[in-house]
């Protein structure tokens, strides 16, 4: 699976948009982009997964690059809820290749 | 809907002894998962099963064993606990297809003094 990179740290508003960036830019054509979150101690929560297009649902956006090189996930109005580590993991999806790699993430803190 | 329920949430245990954590979806997933995560890391990897009867290793299995005798259950089964086992674990589980997301129960914490 290709590696990512994030930045160890961000800062967001509460009620602002939070922009995470990942960059994986040696990921291959059948390669996934996932997001985790884990917030404090609990076990990771699925956020979203996409291949090539943008994906949207009710808890965040994903918006990758035509190049499929960097991705950003978009939570539109974060609350305090939000304050969590959030993983970009790029897996491909095939039998035989079922780990999650996860990285350390980004630590996002909502600031009243 | 439960999700994916872990039990116990926490366990201490002495070294030499043995011990299962319990793990059970009411998804009706096929792929069940054992993840271990130690202070400050990522997820490893312990074990997963692809169906009921069907068990494989992950990264790190040594000192783990699994079963899966039915669809719901997936134990994990520490037969001689040592300090390196301290961690936290976690249970997940997901469709059959290759891309769908993997759930996550609440984890597991478990010392060994």
Partial sequence: DAKTTQPPSMDCAEGRAANLPCNHSTISGNEYVYWYRQIHSQGPQYIIHGLKNNETNEMASLIITEDRKSSTLILPHATLRDTAVYYCIVRVADFGNEKLTFGTGTRLTIIP | ?113
């Avoid at chain 2, 692809?50 to 000192?63: R, S, Y």
Wanted: charge should be positive.
């Fill in chain 2, 1 to 113: 809907n439960a999700g994916v329920t872990q039990t116990p949430k926490f366990r201490i245990l002495k070294i030499g002894q043995s011990m299962t954590l319990q793990c059970t979806q009411d998804m009706n997933h096929n792929y069940m998962y054992w993840y271990r995560q130690d202070p400050g890391m990522g997820l490893k990897l312990i074990y997963y099963s692809v169906g009921a009867g069907i068990t494989d290793k992950g990264e790190v299995p040594n000192g783990y064993n699994v079963s899966r005798s039915t669809t719901e259950d997936f134990p994990l089964r520490l037969e001689l606990a040592a300090p390196s086992q301290t961690s936290v674990y976690f249970c997940a589980s997901s469709y059959y297809r290759g891309n769908q997301p993997q759930h996550f129960g609440d984890g597991t914490r478990l010392s060994i003094l």
